[in-house]
T-cell receptor, first 115, second 114 residues
Framework: GAGVSQSPSNKVTEKGKDVELRCDPISGHTALYWYRQSLGQGLEFLIYFQGNSAPDKSGLPSDRFSAERTGGSVSTLTIQRTQQEDSAVYLC?????????????FGPGTRLLVL | AQSVAQPEDQVNVAEGNPLTVKCTYSVSGNPYLFWYVQYPNRGLQFLLKYITGDNLVKGSYGFEAEFNKSQTSFHLKKPSALVSDSALYFCAVRDQTGANNLFFGTGTRLTVIP
């Protein structure tokens, strides 16, 4: 079946511009996570959505980062006024529920380069 | 608080030999542990997980992992390495204190030498 998809696969932008990254989770998965993978920082959690509940934004590094999840499905991560340190691979994952035992399935990621 | 340690940045093994990628953890509750593999320019692929039950967990591509509570370890193993196993491996523990996100180790790059 279809896995998690992300778009674009690559994004090059100039410092100060806004970018939007999209994630389509596996159909029927209620939980959706965004992570960032960068050199020197490893994989870090950014934000989490469960159903229609308010998102857990505890991992967002600054107020330039925000995310939405429309209709309990597609999610968009927005980075405003991008900085060079935002350059990283942004990974989206979904799971059937948010239970402790659930497996998270990852998309291929969006590679962001801020010049 | 939870933490995951992968003490080896790099592991090299000859094709056909057994491989081990090490992981130790620290959690405040029940340990829910995961292994993922990342091939170049790809996302993370799930290999296996430990939730409860048998300490030896079998996963994809012939990999297995042994949960050891007394040593707080969850080492990934494979009896006979393939060149195609060369990749970046991540151990992760579930963060049960907040968003239930995964908390990852720093990764171990496995190279299988032909």
């Amino acid at each position: 079946g279809a896995g998690v998809s992300q778009s674009p696969s690559n994004k090059v932008t100039e410092k100060g511009k806004d970018v939007e990254l999209r994630c389509d989770p596996i159909s029927g998965h209620t939980a959706l996570y965004w992570y960032r993978q960068s050199l020197g920082q490893g994989l870090e959690f950014l934000i989490y959505f469960q159903g229609n509940s308010a998102p857990d934004k505890s991992g967002l590094p600054s107020d330039r980062f925000s995310a939405e999840r429309t209709g309990g499905s597609v999610s968009t991560l927005t980075i405003q006024r991008t900085q060079q340190e935002d350059s990283a691979v942004y990974l989206c994952a979904s799971s059937l529920t948010s239970g402790d035992q659930e497996t998270q399935y990852f998309g291929p990621g969006t590679r962001l380069l801020v010049l | 608080a939870q933490s995951v340690a992968q003490p080896e940045d790099q592991v090299n093994v000859a094709e056909g030999n057994p491989l081990t990628v090490k992981c130790t953890y620290s959690v405040s509750g029940n340990p829910y542990l995961f292994w993922y593999v990342q091939y170049p320019n790809r996302g993370l692929q799930f290999l296996l997980k430990y939730i409860t039950g048998d300490n030896l967990v079998k996963g994809s591509y012939g990999f297995e992992a042994e949960f050891n509570k007394s040593q707080t370890s969850f080492h990934l193993k494979k009896p006979s390495a393939l060149v195609s196993d060369s990749a970046l491996y991540f151990c992760a523990v579930r963060d049960q204190t907040g968003a239930n996100n995964l908390f990852f180790g720093t990764g171990t790059r496995l190279t299988v030498i032909p």
